[in-house]
Structures are given as structure tokens and as C-alpha cells.
């Protein structure tokens, strides 16, 4: 069965800094390309970045957070991190990773972020 786990939400300040983590449980994680996304109050879920497998040498970010979010992963420890900072009140999201295997889709349940003052 495969699990996905998002911790490390929080409320942080404007121009602040946050790390999100993503551990992965009923797969080979080295074996699997992971994402990130988002959804804000209203709005819908919106891809955020990608790492790919094996040792993460590829990774894509939407334009919105290029130079201030860093995709990474530990295949030790099967998880995928998300490091945030010079955050935004437009930042203010529900953070989910998302794995695909087999044709099937696999969400965690996210975990909030707030920017605010």
C-alpha cells in the first residue's frame, strides 16, 4: 500500500523560511519521479515542482517560486523535501507530494503553510 506523508507546515511570517518534508512508504522511492503541489484557499491544486528518480539530478519549478523553493530527496530515509524561503502571502497553500506508479496517482493529505504577518 502505498502512503505519502507531508509534515512541516506552518504559520511563518512574510520573507520567511520553511522546510516540508514528504516521507514515502509501499514503494522502491529511488525507483520514482515525486512532485510537490498546491492549492490555495480557492483556487485549484497547482503543480509546484519535480524531482526526478535515483539520485534527483533533474528537477523543474512553476515560474512562481524558481530561485526561492529547492526540491530534494534522501532514498535513505524515503522522503522528499521541499526548502522555502523569501516566502509570500501567495505562498499561503495546503502542500501535497504526489507519486505515480502503475498509472495511479498517490496523494498524501498535506500540510498547511500560512504567510502571514
Known amino acids: 500500500q502505498v502512503q505519502l506523508v507531508e509534515s512541516g507546515g506552518g504559520l511563518v511570517q512574510p520573507g520567511g523560511s520553511l522546510n516540508l518534508s514528504c516521507v514515502v512508504s509501499?514503494?522502491?522511492?529511488?525507483?520514482?519521479?515525486i512532485c510537490w503541489y498546491r492549492q490555495a484557499p480557492g483556487k485549484e491544486r497547482e503543480w509546484v515542482g519535480s524531482i526526478s528518480d535515483d539520485r534527483g539530478d533533474r528537477r523543474g519549478y512553476v515560474d512562481s517560486v524558481k530561485g526561492r523553493f529547492t526540491i530534494s530527496r534522501d532514498n535513505s530515509k524515503n522522503a522528499m523535501y521541499l526548502h522555502m524561503t523569501s516566502l509570500e502571502p501567495e505562498d499561503t497553500a495546503v502542500y501535497y507530494c504526489?507519486?505515480?506508479?502503475?498509472?495511479?496517482?498517490?496523494w498524501g493529505k498535506g500540510t498547511l503553510v500560512t504567510v502571514s504577518s
Open positions: 509501499g514503494v522502491t522511492f529511488s525507483y520514482h519521479y
Open positions: 504526489k507519486l505515480s506508479k502503475d498509472a495511479t496517482n498517490y
